[in-house]
């Protein structure tokens, strides 16, 4: 007995003496990748989303944006951005060497992780969720209150406000045109009525020649997609070049479905979704670019009204 509690004794003090001294270093680990808490405003901006990045540019803060997604492409500055990873796959050792004092991203699975990851180092960062246009608004005062530019984003939110219900006065009154908004062709998905895009079909007087549907961009067949009615199928473009050749194979592909008003009327339009289709500043050119396919009477052409890119 006494020779077990002999060797229990120090057994014990060094177990102890082991778990001070492992929180100590957790601790001091911890502190050694926490950044320090600061409430000036932001000087280096990493942001993980087109839509943010162009938000960014609008409020004035271009030069405090230090690296971008790689699929951040407007306004042209931003192309010579530090890229740290794509859209859907951000870098998240690329953003840290960045040294970034906010970091701004969007609310969906792959980017959350990133933003989670960040959290624990102890970087500032701003997770938005941006899917439909009144969380556009939103996310532009959420935006102006992390980097101190709240009277800039309250004019940037008002001036896009302005110009959605002006052009909602203008086309959303007028006869509703059944419209197919299609995504991608092979196999056929189409934009729901629980997404932005529906909205902007509404607001550029359009109505979804899709009824309800469980996903917000669900696959249809043809039975379905002949039932419909469309009398104008606008079809995102794969990129934003080529967009002539991207035309001339969506009539090709869509003359098969000959009994369509839109096919039967030649009323098929491929867009630029960088400029159509991205929740941002450029809401109102994406709503007019819409209305120009659905009321052709407005646009200086019948075909690729939609095309133009700033």
Known sequence: ??????????????????????????????????????????????????????????????????????????????????????????NTEAIIASKPDLVITLRFEQQKAVADTLNRLGYKVLTLKVEEIEELFTAIQKMGEAADCIERAEKLAGSIRKKTNDLQSKYGLANKVKTLWVVQVEPLRIAGRSTFVNEMLELAGGENAIGPTIGQYPQIGTEELLACGAEVIIQSAMGASNIDRQQQAA??????????????????????????????PRLPEGIEIIARCLHPDTAMEKHNVALQTR
Not at 68 to 89: H, I, L, M, Y
Not at 251 to 280: M, Q
């Open 1 to 90: 007995m006494i020779l077990k509690k002999s060797w229990t004794l120090p057994t014990i003090t060094i177990v102890c003496l082991s778990c001070v001294f492992g929180l100590y270093w957790a601790a001091a680990s911890r502190k050694t990748f926490r950044l320090p808490t600061t409430t000036s405003p932001p000087k280096r901006i990493v942001s993980l989303a087109p839509n943010l990045t162009e938000i960014l540019f609008a409020l004035g803060l271009g030069e405090n944006v230090v690296a971008v997604s790689n699929n951040c492409d407007w306004p042209a500055e931003a192309v010579s951005r530090k890229k740290v990873g794509t859209f859907w796959q951000p």
């Open 251 to 280: 009539e090709s592909f869509w003359s098969k479905f000959a009994a369509l008003p839109a096919v039967k009327n030649n009323r098929i339009y491929v867009v630029n979704p960088d400029t159509a289709l991205r929740l941002g």
